[in-house]
Nanobody, 125 residues
């Protein structure tokens, strides 16, 4: 079983920055592609960013491209999401996820097998 724990969320003004972390335990971290999703109240969970097993490939939703950066440290079994130039529409619960082991990278919800509980990000105007 894989356990994922997010941290780093909080309240920030528009234009500000936050860095989210996701610590993974239970299995070999480098065996899993990883991703970040977010879910705002009353909305569907949406893809934010993904990183391949090695960290060499990344993929972003158009809404965050150029503002967010996903990365991973396999030695620390930790994934990060650096969020800059935050907008009010970025307000959501952010969840980290580990993909199905056969995938090197995944951009859809169906490609993910394990999920964290989420961390709240609130961007004020």
């Amino acid at each position: 079983q894989v356990q994922l724990v997010e941290s780093g969320g909080g309240l920030v003004q528009a234009g500000g920055s936050l860095r989210l972390s996701c610590v993974v335990s239970g299995r070999t971290f480098s065996s899993y592609a990883m991703g970040w999703f977010r879910q705002a109240p009353g909305k569907e969970r949406e893809f934010v960013a993904a990183v391949s097993k090695s960290g060499g490939s990344t993929y972003y939703a158009d809404s965050v491209k150029g503002r967010f950066t996903i990365s991973r440290d396999n030695a620390k079994a930790t994934m990060y999401l650096q969020m800059n130039s935050l907008k009010t529409e970025d307000t959501a619960v952010y969840l980290c996820a580990a993909a199905l082991r056969r995938l090197d990278i995944a951009t859809s919800r169906s490609g993910y097998a394990y999920w964290g509980q989420g961390t709240q990000v609130t961007v004020s105007s």
